[in-house]
């Protein structure tokens, strides 16, 4: 049998509950619904971390940011420092390598976010990005067209979608496969990119909405603490102002659904390109998010790092994970847990890489036997990390184990328990009677990351990080002013 195409969107911070398929009635996504009837929407899947280049990371290796070094969002601020033509992932093995190494044609068209982005990284055939990984516009945005860099005036969407029916089109006349990468650099959520009405089409649909999808909450008092942390750093750019002004602003919100329409759109265009091409039935298609994102659940705006410490509330981490195509079971809901990396091993199943591992040991499984329903996903918990937070989440409780180790900086854990505080509001960590389960929870955190860090980026144990963390004051108060990320000065 023929080996199938991949397709693999992913969008750019966005939670798994800003899908209609996921039952929001308020956000427009027609044709993401129907992908997921299609095939299987995973209800429980979690990123590793909450912000956008440690995910992508973890993606396309299968490993932990303890273990590829890469903990927080790579500031384009700091290209200067990084090694020539750097790519912050090409050490280890990786997805658009194994799959190219098993014949396949392999693009990436979007954001890329993981270092240098000039020229093709890691064995990419195909290579259409931009230069940046922040978004402040989504208009008039310099991209890299293969060998050719211009200014593209429209929506940065848009011409990721038109580059993509482009590349299927070429596609359809060759005789090896596909491995297309498409990371949408949207819905994004930050300012200034969607200040005020978005002048596209999908904007009216939100004109009237009362946003009633999205809680109305008082600010969290670590977003306060984050804030005055950045103040005191000495650097506030536009973006970090966001989550003290963006909580409960209608206008804002609207904007973020209508971008999250527009990619709904892109993905439809996307889609019915292969059907025009004959090229449906034996492409896998997938779609997901690099991390989720709160619209002010629990009292944040943004990432899990947009408070102090990190929050691991389920917004910022569940992420939509749908996947359809030959031998994906259709309309089903998968409820298990599963973590991004996950991806890993999927792919390298799906396109018969053979006894291919990621670099260094990983709880990576492959979803195969789930997408036919052979059984579910046989995890009892997930497990994220945010630098000073690593949590882990089960059926019954989310637990956050915070860095101890910064005596100037002390940080409280955190405990929810989801049966009766399914919107994880009240922590329990440091009551009597909760001792025993948080014990066991913490045994569990620190047994996972004993077995997948890697010393030299094991933050908690003196490593480093490959470039910019969130907050390196704490890291040179627990291992002294010497204490730097390895490309970063």
């Not at 944040?300 to 996947?323: D, E, K, M, T, V």
């Amino acid at each position: 049998m023929t080996r199938p195409n991949i397709l693999l969107f992913m969008s750019d911070n966005q939670p798994a509950n800003l899908l209609g398929c996921y039952e929001n009635d308020e956000v427009m996504t027609p044709h993401l619904d129907n992908l997921s009837k299609r095939g299987m929407r995973f209800d429980n899947a979690y990123c590793v971390n909450a912000m956008c280049s440690p995910c992508r990371a973890s993606v396309l290796t299968g490993l932990m940011p303890s273990q590829h070094g890469i903990h927080n969002w790579l500031d384009d601020c700091l290209m200067d420092k990084w090694p020539d033509n750097w790519s912050s992932i090409g050490e280890f093995t990786n997805l658009p390598t194994i799959i190219k190494l098993a014949g396949y044609n392999t693009a990436l068209i979007g954001k890329y976010h993981l270092g240098v982005p000039f020229q093709p990284q890691l064995a990419f055939d195909h290579w259409v990005t931009f230069p940046h990984g922040h978004t402040t516009s989504f208009y008039k945005n310099d991209v890299i067209d293969r060998d050719k860099t211009y200014n593209f005036a429209g929506h940065t969407v848009d011409f990721f979608t038109d580059k993509t029916i482009e590349y299927l089109e070429h596609q359809a006349g060759e005789e090896d496969p596909f491995f297309a990468f498409v990371p949408f650099n949207g819905p994004y959520g930050h300012w200034p990119a969607i200040k005020g009405r978005p002048d596209f089409e999908f904007a009216d649909l939100y004109d009237t909405a009362d946003m009633h999808s999205i809680p109305r909450e008082g600010l969290s008092s670590e977003v306060l603490d984050r804030f005055g942390l950045r103040v005191a750093e000495g650097g506030l750019r536009e973006q970090f102002k966001g989550p003290l002004l963006l909580p409960n602003n209608v206008g804002s919100l609207r904007n973020y659904f209508a971008q999250v329409s527009l990619i709904d759109s892109g993905v439809g265009k996307i889609l019915s390109t292969l059907e025009r091409l004959n090229m449906d039935e034996n492409t896998i298609v997938i779609y997901t998010s690099d991390h989720g994102f709160s619209l002010g659940h629990n009292g944040i705006w943004g990432h899990g790092a947009a408070a102090f410490p990190s929050s691991a509330h389920r917004p910022s981490y569940n992420i939509p994970l749908i996947i359809a195509g030959r031998g994906v079971a259709e309309n089903a809901v998968n409820d298990g847990f599963v973590s991004q990396i996950d991806l890993f091993p999927t792919l390298a199943s799906l396109v018969e890489a053979k006894d291919v591992q990621p670099s260094l040991p990983s709880s990576a499984r492959d979803l195969g036997p789930a997408l036919r329903q052979e059984y579910s996903c046989p995890r009892d918990a997930v497990f994220y990390e945010q630098e000073e937070t690593r949590a882990i989440r089960t059926r019954d409780w989310v637990y956050a184990m915070r860095f101890q180790g910064a005596p100037t900086y002390p940080i409280q854990n955190a405990l929810y328990r989801l049966e009766d505080d399914p919107n994880e509001k009240t922590n329990l960590s440091g009551l009597a009677e909760f001792t025993d389960v948080e014990a066991e929870l913490a045994a569990q955190i620190s047994t996972y990351f004993e077995s997948y860090s890697d010393p030299k980026y094991d933050l908690w144990n003196g490593g480093t990080a490959k470039s910019n963390v969130t907050f390196q004051a704490l890291w040179q108060d627990a291992w002294g002013n010497d204490w730097r990320p390895e490309h970063s000065t």
